[in-house]
């Protein structure tokens, strides 16, 4: 059974960074792609960012964080990244990490709150 570890959420305040950790308990290398999601107070959840887990590790990213998040990852670590910069309060959710095999029901990490506020 696969299992996502996020990490590194916590309170920042507006323009500050925050680096989120996603670690996987297996090979990262068997899924096709992570992505992380985030969910705030009364909304659905929405895409924030992906990564293909193939060569070349394309990425995709919702409008709202271009130019201010970046996702990564690591195969010797089995983890992903989202790097988040240039916080805004709209930015307050919590985060999830997402893996997904072909044909295979997604993978969902129990989830890590960002608050951005001063």
């Known amino acids: 059974q696969v299992q996502l570890v996020e990490s590194g959420g916590g309170l920042v305040q507006p323009g500050g960074s925050l680096r989120l950790s996603c670690a996987a308990s297996g090979s990262i290398f068997s899924f096709n792609h992570m992505g992380w999601y985030r969910q705030a107070p009364g909304k659905q959840r929405e895409l924030v960012a992906t990564?293909?887990?193939?060569?070349?590790?394309?990425?995709n990213y919702a409008d709202s964080v271009k130019g201010r998040f970046t996702i990564s990852r690591d195969g010797a670590k089995n983890t992903v990244y989202l790097q988040m910069n240039s916080l805004k309060p709209e930015d307050t959710a919590v985060y999830y990490c997402n893996a997904e095999r072909r044909l295979q029901p997604p993978y969902w990490g129990q989830g890590t709150q960002v608050t951005v506020s001063s």
């Open positions: 990564i293909s887990i193939s060569i070349g590790g394309s990425t």
